[in-house]
């Protein structure tokens, strides 16, 4: 009898495992239904964050794209040095070739990553929140659990992330970057003494804005306020996100077949 | 170099329907937003590939003689969000490109739209408007 009872455990905890996917789903219920991700009109829950979205330069109001807002806060003369070396594809300083760090397939980073015109999708658990990102096939981690920075942080790419809800706003409080990545596209230096603040909004069911902060006393004299960023929800057919690893080869071919032939060189 | 530039079409009626062009953002500095233009060329190569799909064509110039136009544009994502695949385009297929040109004057330009022998276009607009 008891082997009969333990073949049916057995086979019932069996028969389970495909559907442990959609069973974990429905326990979270942070979770958008796929029918109301599609449903358009439906009203969104405000807690609720999960899909994939995507940054477009070109939506009613966005703020500037590529970096925080339009000016950066005054340099320290250690930023200044820093920045004078960066030749960026992009901003006030842009030109041709350059010597941007992702051009060497180098981690993008954060912030910079959020201002890609390329998606992140967010998946929220109980314990933590997971933003996925099309670039770099990177993802970070911000835990939800109520926990400090750990102490002692080795400095990381992406930083340590701690967040809560405000209200309606999600505020992600991160520490502990290395200081190898661009705080943008304009070659805008940060150090490891970053302190980074985002705060997310649902605004509607396709916008989520975010707003960050940037206090990098080593960088810069004055806190760096950016402006409103806007992402819109990619449903359907759009929700799609590719393979995308950087991969040095075809950076030195692109560069080889395009970068230098645009401005007139010729390949390496 | 600046004779390739004799063979574009100024597409500034395009330029003027379309507001803030995509690639004005995204585009980089080696390109000159102000002057899109638009080539019609036999494909030699589609490189379906990250960091930016590519299309290389030959062109004829008023003089007749043919020139290899280098010509890139979004990753591939972007692209399959915008009504894109990989077979897209085909070596040996008869487009139209509205392209920004390379200020060197080189013949590289960043593509705005395609159109492909069926009359078919292909563009960048990701979302459905």
Redesign the interface.
């Known amino acids: 009898m008891q082997t009969r009872m333990m073949t049916i455990a057995w086979m019932t905890a069996l028969a389970a495992v495909p559907a442990l996917p959609a069973l974990i789903h429905a326990q979270m219920p942070s979770q958008q239904s796929p029918a109301a991700k599609s449903n358009v009109s439906a009203p969104a829950d405000p807690h609720d964050l999960s899909g994939m979205w995507e940054f477009f330069p070109n939506v009613p109001g966005q703020g500037i794209y590529a970096t925080p807002s339009k000016d950066h806060p005054p340099m320290t003369p250690w930023a200044k040095a820093k920045y004078d070396e960066a030749k960026p594809g992009y901003g006030p300083k842009a030109q041709g070739g350059g010597n941007d760090p992702i051009l060497k397939c180098n981690p993008t980073g954060i912030p910079r990553i959020l201002f890609f015109p390329q998606p992140f999708e967010i998946f929220q658990t109980p314990e933590r929140v997971f933003m996925f990102f099309e670039r770099d096939h990177a993802w970070r981690q911000i835990w939800t659990d109520g926990r400090s920075h750990p102490k002692d942080l080795e400095p990381t790419w992406m930083g340590d992330s701690i967040g809560k809800w405000d209200g309606d706003t999600f505020v992600v409080d991160t520490i502990g970057f290395n200081e190898k990545s661009w705080l943008d596209f304009y070659g805008d230096p940060h150090s490891e003494d970053m302190h980074l603040i985002e705060r997310y909004k649902r605004v509607d069911r396709n916008t989520m804005s975010l707003q960050l902060v940037v206090e990098d006393p080593k960088a810069y004299t004055a806190t760096w306020v950016g402006d409103t960023k806007s992402y819109k929800l990619l449903t359907g057919k759009k929700a799609y996100m590719e393979e995308l690893f950087c991969i040095p080869e075809e950076e030195d071919a692109f560069t080889n077949r395009i970068r230098l032939p645009a401005v007139g060189q010729n390949p390496k | 170099?600046k004779k390739y530039r004799l063979n574009i079409l100024i597409a500034a009626a395009a330029l003027l329907q379309l507001g803030?062009p995509?690639w004005?953002?995204?585009g980089?500095?080696?390109?000159d937003n102000e002057n899109p233009a638009t080539i019609k060329g036999t494909v030699t190569e589609f490189a379906w590939?990250?960091?930016?799909v590519?299309i290389y064509l030959d062109v004829k110039d008023n003089k007749g003689s043919v020139v290899r136009w280098?010509v890139?544009t979004f990753?591939?994502?972007?692209l399959?969000?915008a009504g894109w695949t990989k077979d897209s385009v085909k070596v040996g297929d008869l487009v139209s490109i509205t392209l920004i040109p390379?200020?060197?004057?080189?013949p590289?330009g960043f593509l705005h739209k395609l159109v492909l022998p069926n009359g078919e276009e292909l563009g960048l607009q990701?979302?459905?408007n």
């Open positions: 170099m803030v995509l004005a953002h995204h980089n500095a080696s390109y590939s990250n960091p930016h590519q280098s890139e990753s591939p994502g972007k399959v969000r390379a200020k060197s004057g080189a590289v990701e979302l459905e």
